[in-house]
């Protein structure tokens, strides 16, 4: 069975757009493209090694397909260049005939439907790089297994974020975590089951929480 594992870099207040560069995606008019560069070191570097260095699929959003369409065919051979370029690309499109990259193809009509299928499979994990709308759309029906984030110490304010309001409530569990000496915080996710809820309430409320209560409804 395969795993969808979420990839993303993304700020203290949830932003993940545009982390490479201004040209990237200012969709919105987002100012601040390429708010990960400054922040990078062999730490991150080796972190990323490590991930893509595991046997993956790509799995991507029609906007983010195209900037790595544009990108990762045209750069010198190395470990993500190499990669990025033989593995298959997985693509939410409603224009499958304009996957010009090599081993890409069309999830269909039916992303979700299409997922599960390949989830039951055998074959490498699916990898989400970038893809904000498509990943909204997997948590919203919890097709994400795992989330690995790369936490940047800075709040942008504005832009596409990782979770919506519509992401399906799940429990998640840490997995592995580090610190970059820029002060990326480097940490792992899994599905830990369902949300477990509890109180600190004492067992008799005071009179004044009673009412607080009743005045909150």
Not at 81 to 88: L, R
Not at 133 to 140: C, F, K, V, Y
Not at 158 to 167: E, N, S, V, Y
């Amino acid at each position: 069975m395969r795993k969808i594992i979420a990839a993303t870099f993304v700020s203290l207040d949830g932003v993940m757009q545009a982390p490479g560069g201004p040209e990237e995606d200012p969709v919105g008019g987002f100012e601040f493209g390429g708010w990960t560069f400054h922040y990078w070191d062999d730490v991150m570097g080796a972190a990323m090694d490590e991930t893509f260095s595991k046997p993956f699929a790509l799995l991507l959003g029609r906007r983010t397909y195209d900037i790595f369409a544009a990108y990762w065919p045209y750069q010198k051979s190395g470990l993500i260049a190499d990669s990025f370029n033989a593995v298959t690309k997985y693509v939410a499109t409603h224009r499958p005939d304009s996957l010009t990259w090599r081993n890409s193809q069309s999830l269909g009509d039916d992303v979700v439907a299409t997922l599960r299928q390949l989830k039951q499979e055998d074959g490498p994990d699916l990898l989400i790089q970038g893809s904000s709308e498509l990943i909204q759309t997997l948590l919203a029906n919890g097709l994400i297994d795992e989330i690995s984030l790369l936490i940047f110490p800075l709040v942008l304010g504005k832009g596409k974020r990782l979770f919506g309001d519509d992401a399906l409530p799940a429990a998640f569990k840490l997995t592995k975590s580090q610190a970059s000496s820029t002060g990326v915080i480097m940490a792992s996710y899994e599905r830990g089951g369902e949300i477990k809820t509890g109180s600190f309430a004492t067992e008799e409320p005071s009179e004044a929480e009673m009412k607080r209560r009743k005045n909150w409804k």
